[in-house]
C-alpha cells in the first residue's frame, strides 16, 4: 500500500477520535460551532490522497460521508456511533488496497486508446507519410493492453519511443510522467545493451569504424578509427536493426536532477539513419562479443570482448562528442579569429512575449542586438560569420527571418507559405486532388550586414523544425553554405501536444507548404526530405575520429574555419 495512501486513512481514523472526543467536550462547553468540525472529513479524505482517489479506497470516501452525518444530528450519542461507524469503515481501506489487483493501478491502456485516437484525427502527414494507422494499432494495441496489465512503466516507454518511431518524424515524440523515471531509465538502459569498451560509426566510405574506445582495449589492438568488419560475425550496420530499440524515438532522464540525458531518434531522413546506422551495435552481445577488425599492419583480427557495464554510458559520451557545438549560451557570439566570429543558437526562442506573436516585427529588438554585435565585430575586422545550429531544438520561424535577414542579399526572400483553414469542417482545407489548399507567403527582407563577407552554418541531424527552416533559407543564399557530417533533423511542421495521466504526446497538427504547394521540408514514404539538399557534408573519416576522440577538438567548426581561410 502506498504510504501517502496509509497517512490518509490513519489521518482521518484519527480525525474520526476527535469526532467522538469533541461530542464529549461540547456537552461542556455549549457552542453551534462545534458542528463544523463534521464538515472538513470527506474533503480531507479526497484531498489528502495525494495520488488522487482510487478505487480501492472507496471503504474510505464511504466512512468519511458516515462519519460526516454526524452534522445533521444534535444527538452526542449518535455521533459518536457515526464517527465510530465511519472509522471502522475506513479501516477497511487496508485489505482492499492490499487484495485490489487494480490499486493505483495507471491507465496506460486508456491513455493509449485516448492519445492515439487524437493523433489519427489531427496528424497532418497521414498521407504524406502513407501512414496505416489501422496497421500501427493492430500492432500495438496488444502490447498496451499487456502493459496495463503488469503495470510496467518501463514497457510502457519503450512502447511509445517505438510507436512514435514509426512515423519517421523528429515532431512526435512521447513524454512519460516523471512518477516512474527509474523504472523507465532502467528499461531504455537495458534495451540498449551492454558496453564491451567502444562504439561503433558508419564512415563516409561505407566502412564501420571504432569511436570512443576504452584505453583497456589497447591489449587488443582496437583503439579509435580501427575498422570493425563484423560483430559477432554480422555487418554492424545488420547488428544494429536488432537492436530493441532501433528505430526509436525515446528520451532517458537522469533519475536525481530528471534532465534529458539521451535522445535518440528515428530519423526521418534516411541519409541521417544510415550515418547512425553502426551505432546500437555496440551494446549488442552477451558476456562476451567477438569483434572482427583490421589491424594496424593490415591483418584480419578476432577479439572476443568482455561486457564492462551498460552501454547507455557510452553511447551518451559519443552522441555528445558527435553533437558537440560552441560552448556558449542561446544567441551567444564568441570570436574565432581576428576575421571570423561565430554565433550559436540553440532553440528559436529569444523571449516569451516575442515568442507568442506570430510578426516578423516581433523579434526587431533582437535583430538590433545582432545588428550591433556585427557592425562592432566589423569595427574589429570580423568579415565573416559561422552560425552554429547543432543540436537546435526549433522554435519560431519569424524569429529564423529576423536572425537570416541579417545576412541574406538585399531584396524580399521566400520563406514559406501557410495553409488556409477550413473554418466549417474546422480542418485544412484540401483541394480536390487531396493536396493542401495555399494560403499567405510568408517573406522577409535582407539587409546583407557582411557586405562581401561570407556565413557558414553547422548542422546536425538534431538541427531540427525552425532550424531545418533556417536551414532551407540559408542554403539558398549565395553568400552562405551549409556544411555538417549530416543534414539536417527533416521535420518541419507545427505541433501540438496531447496530455494524459501517463505521458504527454506531441506530434504534426499544422500544415507548413512550401512555394509550389508541396508540404515543407518533411520527407515522405521516400524518406528524403526537401531541406539538406544544398548542405556541404563533411567526410566523416579517419581524420574526424582522430580530431574528435584523440585529440577532443571541434573538427566541423575547424573545418569551417578552413573553409573562410
Known sequence: MKTWDIIAVLVCIAYCGVLIWLTFHSEKVKSVKWKLFWLPLPVAALVITKQGPDWALLPLYIGAAVAMCGFFTEKNRLKRILALAGAACMALSFPTCMLSPRYR??????????????????????????????????KYEPQFKEIDRSQDAGANALAWGALCGEFRDGHVSYTCDYSDVDAQNKAISDALGNDYGLAVMRCSDGSFAAVDVDDSLGKYGIHNGTIIKAWDGKSPDEVSKTSPVYGSCLLTYDKDEKELMLHLESFPDIDNEVFYSGLLCAGIGGDTVEVTFIADDGSEQVAALPKTGGYHVRLRETMDILHQGVNVGNLQWKKLSDTVACLRIKGMSYDSKSYSSADDSAYDEMKDEIR??????????????????????????????????????????????????????????????????RGNDITFNGEQLLGDGRVIVIVNANSVSAADL????????????????????????????????TGSLCFSNCVVLDKDGSVMIDSGSDRQSSDGDGVKLIPFDSAAIRALFDDGEDYLLDTALDMLK
Open 105 to 138: 493501478a495507471k491507465p496506460y491502456y486508456r491513455d493509449f486508446k485516448e492519445l492515439f485516437g487524437c493523433m489519427r484525427e489531427h496528424y497532418v502527414l497521414t498521407e504524406h507519410k502513407g501512414i496505416d494507422w489501422d496497421a500501427l494499432y493492430d
Open 372 to 437: 550591433e554585435t556585427i557592425l562592432r565585430y566589423q569595427s574589429e575586422g570580423v568579415t565573416d560569420v559561422i552560425i552554429d545550429l547543432r543540436d537546435n531544438s526549433g522554435g519560431s520561424p519569424h524569429m529564423v527571418n529576423g536572425i537570416v535577414s541579417m545576412f541574406a542579399p538585399k531584396g524580399e526572400h521566400y520563406c514559406l507559405t501557410n495553409c488556409e483553414w477550413d473554418d466549417e469542417n474546422k480542418c485544412w482545407a484540401r483541394n480536390e486532388d487531396g493536396s493542401y489548399v
Open 470 to 501: 533556417m536551414t532551407k533559407e540559408m542554403e539558398s543564399l549565395d553568400n552562405a553554405e551549409v556544411i555538417g557530417f549530416t543534414g539536417p533533423n527533416g521535420s518541419c511542421q507545427a505541433i501540438g501536444m496531447e496530455d494524459a495521466e
